[in-house]
């Protein structure tokens, strides 16, 4: 609780010219009175407060203290401040001062105030509980009347359940009527399960060469050519059986493909396969467990959108993985990314939202550029102590709170290198007391340089 003090001098208030209260603080400002000998007779008394809007507040004075009412600190500017002591007929008061209410910069959605309890309000409390006791016998009499009328309405259900019956003879006709309807209705689902059954069929066939064209891309070792051409049309193709193919070209995948799932059992490299690529939007690639590298996979790939990459834990190489894929949106990794050639991985990936899975930097050697012009880039995440050289992310002005604290705790300690952050973002998603710790937490603990962009 903070705490001003104000001296009673007969009917002068003294000493309210020697501070200022700061706007919207709530139950946590009161203010102290030290009264002469003149009050010390009055047992009861109170502080009047006048808001810059003309609205009375009377707060009592307990112990020679009353808490300052929000409702007086809304608005910069200034607050009149009054006293009173009374006793039986008889009351004393002071002069009207003013005190100064200084600007806060508490927002909006955090005043979260009730009104304020003012000495009537308590009188009124007080009264009711004493009427209370005043009336109690009243109180009980209407007790007991209302224990009859429960009674009595107790009885009247009684008498409506039994009166049940022809609502329950209408409900089972309704019912009956239900069962008509349904039956219709499931007559005619089954004929409509017919015509499909009969589409069906018509399709089997095609299902069929399906299966063998899926089992002919299985017995493949190579793609160096087209796995599939698609004619002038725009088409996909779902995860393929490409675990046997050992090693794939850039020319293996037609212009008009758009979507595609690949399985990589049998690759080693897998460098450039979709850069410049013009009508790829969407890629997934699953057990990569033996490739070594995807540099430039997507590099200058102007359509892609969307990544998903599975087992990458011996894969070094990301350089330029999707450098100047100006419309990917997701990147997926199942699991931990532990690369050590990380340069331009993302640059210039001017919508790239989010990057799901964790990085694990402490085999780095080049982080150069990885994160530049990534101004939309919200979620990222990283290993704890395990970012080991500088590292730069200072377009990024996008980044959630929840990045940047994953960004703060991955940071190696004791490396003394430099991070990035732009200052907008790290003002915007941090209040002024945590942007002070967080920065001690990069200089003190971390050990660390910290620049804001």
């Given at each position: 609780m903070i705490k001003y003090d104000l001296t009673l001098e007969k009917q002068r208030l003294i000493g309210a010219d020697k501070f200022s209260i700061a706007a919207n603080a709530n139950e946590t400002v009161c203010l102290c009175f030290h009264f002469d000998r003149s009050w010390r007779r009055f047992d009861s008394k109170a502080a009047v407060f006048r808001n810059s809007v003309s609205e009375y507040y009377i707060i009592e004075i307990v112990a020679d203290r009353a808490k300052v009412p929000w409702e007086v600190l809304t608005h910069q500017g200034e607050f009149e401040l009054s006293v009173i002591g009374f006793e039986n007929e008889k009351v004393i008061t002071s002069d009207k001062v003013e005190i100064l209410v200084s600007e806060s910069l508490l927002p909006e959605e955090y005043k979260t105030f009730s009104p304020s309890e003012v000495l009537f309000d308590r009188f009124k409390r007080e009264c009711i509980a004493q009427a209370y006791l005043d009336y109690e016998d009243e109180i009980n009499e209407l007790k007991k009347a209302?224990?009859?009328?429960?009674?009595?309405?107790?009885?009247?259900?009684?008498?409506?359940?039994?009166?049940?019956?022809?609502?329950?003879?209408?409900?089972?006709?309704?019912?009956?009527?239900?069962?008509?309807?349904?039956?219709?209705?499931?007559?005619?689902?089954?004929?409509?399960?017919?015509?499909?059954?009969?589409?069906?069929?018509?399709?089997?066939?095609?299902?069929?060469?399906?299966?063998?064209?899926?089992?002919?891309?299985?017995?493949?070792?190579?793609?160096?050519?087209?796995?599939?051409?698609?004619?002038?049309?725009?088409?996909?193709?779902?995860?393929?059986?490409?675990?046997?193919?050992?090693?794939?070209?850039?020319?293996?995948?037609?212009?008009?493909?758009?979507?595609?799932?690949?399985?990589?059992?049998?690759?080693?490299?897998?460098?450039?396969?979709?850069?410049?690529?013009?009508?790829?939007?969407?890629?997934?690639?699953?057990?990569?467990?033996?490739?070594?590298?995807?540099?430039?996979?997507?590099?200058?790939?102007?359509?892609?959108?969307?990544?998903?990459?599975?087992?990458?834990?011996?894969?070094?190489?990301?350089?330029?993985?999707?450098?100047?894929?100006?419309?990917?949106?997701?990147?997926?990794?199942?699991?931990?990314?532990?690369?050590?050639?990380?340069?331009?991985?993302?640059?210039?990936?001017?919508?790239?939202?989010?990057?799901?899975?964790?990085?694990?930097?402490?085999?780095?050697?080049?982080?150069?550029?990885?994160?530049?012009?990534?101004?939309?880039?919200?979620?990222?995440?990283?290993?704890?102590?395990?970012?080991?050289?500088?590292?730069?992310?200072?377009?990024?002005?996008?980044?959630?709170?929840?990045?940047?604290?994953s960004i703060f705790k991955g940071l190696k300690t004791g490396i003394g290198d430099l991070l990035t952050i732009p200052s907008y973002t790290f003002e915007t998603q941090f209040t002024p007391e945590e942007r002070e710790e967080w920065t001690s937490y990069i200089y003190d603990v971390k050990e660390w340089e910290f620049v804001l962009n």
């Open positions: 209302h224990t009859i009328e429960k009674m009595n309405l107790n009885a009247q259900i009684i008498e409506a359940n039994e009166r049940t019956d022809d609502i329950e003879k209408a409900k089972n006709q309704e019912i009956t009527q239900i069962n008509i309807i349904h039956q219709k209705q499931t007559e005619q689902l089954n004929r409509q399960i017919t015509e499909l059954s009969q589409t069906v069929e018509e399709y089997k066939e095609k299902a069929y060469n399906w299966d063998l064209i899926d089992k002919a891309i299985g017995m493949k070792t190579s793609a160096s050519t087209a796995l599939w051409q698609g004619g002038r049309e725009k088409y996909s193709l779902p995860m393929l059986n490409t675990s046997s193919i050992s090693n794939f070209s850039v020319t293996g995948f037609s212009t008009n493909l758009t979507e595609i799932g690949l399985d990589l059992s049998s690759v080693k490299t897998f460098s450039g396969i979709f850069a410049s690529a013009k009508s790829i939007t969407r890629v997934e690639l699953k057990n990569g467990h033996n490739v070594s590298s995807y540099a430039n996979l997507f590099e200058n790939c102007k359509t892609i959108k969307h990544i998903t990459i599975g087992n990458i834990s011996n894969c070094s190489n990301l350089s330029c993985f999707a450098n100047e894929a100006t419309s990917l949106q997701t990147v997926t990794f199942s699991g931990n990314v532990e690369a050590s050639l990380l340069e331009k991985a993302f640059s210039n990936c001017l919508v790239l939202r989010e990057i799901n899975g964790l990085f694990d930097l402490q085999y780095a050697t080049n982080l150069n550029m990885m994160f530049q012009n990534c101004s939309s880039l919200k979620e990222v995440r990283f290993v704890e102590d395990t970012i080991n050289m500088s590292i730069d992310f200072g377009s990024c002005v996008s980044l959630s709170k929840e990045s940047l604290i």
